[in-house]
């Protein structure tokens, strides 16, 4: 079993910057996809940022190109967010998800979800 729990979220003004954590336990270092999710209410939810466990290859969404950064810390088997540039349309509750296996993009079909954290930009 994997527990995912997020902490970080905040309010920020546009232009700011937030770094969103997630820290996973269970038994999941063996090729696990990783990643943030967020949602807005009445839409989808949508990916934003992808690390595999094994390798580090990560993927971003475009919303997030060139502004996120997500990394791992395999030692505290914590995910990160770094979010950048912040903008109000980035005003989401993220989630961090996991499944086992690959492929691993921002469009994966997560297994485990953590329970969300809030991210709200002003302008």
């Known amino acids: 079993q994997v527990r995912l729990v997020e902490s970080g979220g905040g309010s920020v003004q546009a232009g700011g910057s937030l770094r969103l954590s997630c820290v996973a336990t269970?038994?999941?270092?063996?090729?696990?996809?990783m990643g943030w999710f967020r949602q807005v209410p009445g839409k989808e939810r949508e990916g934003v940022a992808t690390?595999?466990?094994?390798?580090?290859?990560?993927s971003y969404a475009d919303s997030g190109k060139g502004r996120f950064t997500i990394t791992l810390d395999a030692a505290k088997g914590t995910i990160y967010l770094q979010m950048n540039s912040l903008k109000p349309e980035d005003t989401a509750m993220y989630y961090c998800?996991?499944?086992?296996?690959?492929?691993?993009?921002?469009?994966?079909?997560?297994?485990?979800w953590g329970q969300g954290t809030q991210v709200t930009v002003s302008s």
């Open positions: 998800a996991l499944k086992f296996g690959g492929p691993c993009d921002p469009g994966y079909q997560p297994e485990y």
């Open positions: 269970g038994n999941f270092y063996r090729g696990s996809c």
């Open positions: 690390i595999y466990s094994v390798g580090g290859h990560t």
